[in-house]
């Protein structure tokens, strides 16, 4: 029962206000000549859904209360972070856990933890899937570094980091269904495409907003991932509830949507420093970033045609009924709803 009333409480408190996936934690991992040390952060509130950190029911996890479960905190965590050097798990050392604060705003658990060996690592496997008893869409984005070099990595249920793997294929997959899995869980991109789309047109003007929106995006992806823009998240966050108010306002109040492209790619370049949140996040290095952006847009592009392809249908059978002009409207009220409600959550 607890469970279900702090599930329901997760969607309430956290989805409106950031409407960007939850479910992914950040490892910073160093690996040495007999050590590996593992930085975690990760969803402190999932955390608690997991082991009932909350003792006094006020929906927060303080640091008494996360001090008091440390001894749980670190049982629960030795079964799903380990490191394995010739056949056997090192053993795992751990630093004082603390809560923490994302640049989004959420509550955070932060720890680190060393794994030691006996003898110089030369070949070895990590595993990291904290949450994942949540569901198998949960991941951890990793920053590896390791003999100067710095590498990245996507850890899911089943998936380790073995030294020596060079599978630049998988590597570039990974981040693919990680744009795919960002997209469909962006509430917020979702609803604005939607809303854009609500109002029908030819097909040929369909195709110019779905091109201008991606255009727009990739841009920004691109020049905030990289580093050549940055902006406040809150600030980004806010405008692109803004976008969902404005393209319901045009919906209910205008008849002509011949520009609506021109919408489309303006608010466009906002998603896109949304899109790039995730990897900013990752602080990943230079020299494998342009092949991580590049497969994540990639993603994000895949998951957007497919919304675009379940939505199209949909529409198109509905503007042929009576009601066409009804649930517009209706649709586009609870958009604006939405919108505001987003946008007064973000930007106050």
Not at 142 to 164: P, W
Not at 237 to 253: D, F, K, R, T
Not at 266 to 285: C, D, T, V
Not at 299 to 319: A, D, K, R
């Amino acid at each position: 029962m607890r469970e279900a009333i702090l599930t329901a409480l997760l969607l309430l408190h956290t989805s409106p206000l950031f409407a960007h996936p939850i479910n992914v934690a950040y490892a910073d991992i160093v690996v040495k000549a007999q050590e590996v040390e593992i930085a975690l952060s990760m969803n402190l509130f999932e955390l608690d859904l997991l082991l009932s950190l909350d003792r006094n029911l006020d929906a927060l996890v303080d640091q008494g209360e996360l001090d008091a479960r440390r001894s749980g905190i670190l049982e629960y965590l030795r079964g799903r972070i380990a490191v394995l050097a010739e056949g056997k798990e090192l053993p795992l050392e751990a630093g004082p856990f603390r809560t923490g604060l994302g640049s989004d705003g959420k509550a955070l658990f932060e720890g680190t933890f060393w794994f030691q060996a006996r003898h110089p690592l030369t070949a070895f496997t990590i595993r990291c899937e904290p949450l994942t008893d949540l569901g198998p869409d949960h991941k951890t984005l990793a920053k590896i570094t390791r003999e100067g070099r710095i590498g990245q990595f996507v850890f899911q249920k089943g998936v380790v980091y073995g030294v020596g793997k060079k599978d630049v294929l998988g590597y570039l997959i990974q981040f693919l269904k990680l744009g795919i899995f960002h997209i469909f869980t962006g509430y917020d991109h979702i609803l604005f495409l939607f809303g854009l789309l609500l109002v029908g047109g030819t097909l040929f003007n369909i195709v110019k907003i779905v091109t201008s929106f991606s255009l727009a995006h990739s841009l920004t992806l691109s020049l905030a991932a990289l580093g050549a823009v940055n902006l406040p998240t809150r600030l980004i966050e806010a405008g692109i509830a803004l976008s969902i108010v404005y393209v319901a306002l045009e919906n209910l109040l205008f008849k002509n949507f011949d520009k609506r492209w021109l919408v489309s790619f303006s608010f466009g370049l906002i998603h896109g420093f949304g899109f790039a949140n995730i990897l900013k996040e990752m602080h990943l290095p230079r020299s494998g970033l342009i092949a991580s952006l590049f497969s994540f847009n990639i993603g994000v592009e895949v998951g957007q045609v497919v919304i675009v392809l379940l939505i199209l249908p949909l529409l198109w059978i509905l503007g042929r009924t009576k009601a066409y002009k009804a649930v517009v409207t209706s649709a586009s009220a609870f958009i604006l709803s939405l919108g505001l409600l987003w946008f007064y959550q973000r930007a106050f």
